[in-house]
């Protein structure tokens, strides 16, 4: 059997065997041997969405706007999940009856999961309705019965059997280097479900204005490996890639603001 790179589509390390590092003086002329990891670049791609949902945007454009609106701030609003966990082991003892020493007897990676990330609301609360139509889509919470808003029985032409297939995003989470163009890490998070609708949110008390942040928690089963790390490696090729109609600028010296088109010299602006 040919063996497959495990972290295949992920940046590679340089040869930092070359340099003495930090055994003895260190050599701080030389910094390509401090290549360090830096976190806090993160993107999230929505790959697909509950099937549900999407037919209930088929049927009614109120519905579309919404979702459309909700997918848009997940992907471009994203700042970053929490939730993560480590690989861990378990281990049994070898043992004299004096001394012993342990050694590892399982290897557990996350399975069932809980990410949470944080963005603000917006007016018109498209994070909290879009929450409020999945969850009670799937159960009604006043009777507990499946529905998918009509769609279960029908509505026309649309109209769906019930399953869990019907109700799962899948994400990408993708960590990538300072230079926003290689994959550090990536997770495929199957099976996600938003878990609440945060409708607290709308607590207040007259003279205390404030933004209002939501914690936006999935439930989901993340998955990582080469084939996982190659895609995400791709999504990130195409977000830099200027053919990309979409293409993501990083650079604050390339970026057209609005209103320099506005710029007249000869032109002083007057009301009436």
Not at 110 to 133: C, I
Not at 214 to 235: E, M
Request: net charge negative; with cysteine.
């Amino acid at each position: 059997m040919a063996i497959t790179n495990l972290f295949a589509g992920t940046k590679k390390c340089k040869n930092l065997t070359q340099y003495a590092l930090m055994h003895g003086v260190p050599d701080y002329g030389n910094m390509q041997q401090f290549d360090m990891y830096e976190g806090g670049y993160q993107f999230l791609k929505v790959v697909s969405i509950p099937k549900f949902m999407k037919e209930l945007g088929a049927v009614d454009t109120g519905y579309a706007d919404l979702i459309n609106n909700y997918l848009h701030i997940l992907e471009y609003d994203f700042k970053g999940f929490d939730g993560l966990d480590n690989i861990t082991v378990d281990t049994f003892d070898i043992t004299s009856g004096i001394t012993n020493v342990n050694m590892i007897s399982q290897v557990h990676m996350q399975s069932a999961s809980q990410l949470t990330a944080r963005y603000y609301e917006r007016s018109g609360s498209p994070l909290v309705k879009t929450h409020n139509l999945f969850l009670t889509g799937i159960k009604d919470p006043r009777t507990e019965v499946k529905t998918y808003h009509g769609l279960i029985g029908g509505i026309g032409s649309h109209q769906l059997d019930p399953g869990f297939e019907n109700e799962i995003f899948t994400l990408l989470y993708i960590v990538t280097d300072n230079t926003a163009r290689n994959v550090e890490k990536a997770y495929l998070l199957l099976a996600a479900q938003p878990n609440e609708a945060e409708e607290n949110i709308y607590n207040g008390q007259k003279g205390e204005i404030e933004l209002k942040e939501v914690n936006i928690a999935f439930n989901c089963y993340p998955v990582q490996g080469p084939d996982v790390s190659t895609a995400a490696q791709q999504v990130m090729n195409w977000m830099n890639n200027e053919d990309n109609p979409n293409k993501v600028n990083f650079q604050y010296d390339k970026t057209i603001y609005t209103g320099t088109s506005l710029i007249d010299p000869k032109v002083t602006p007057t009301a009436g």
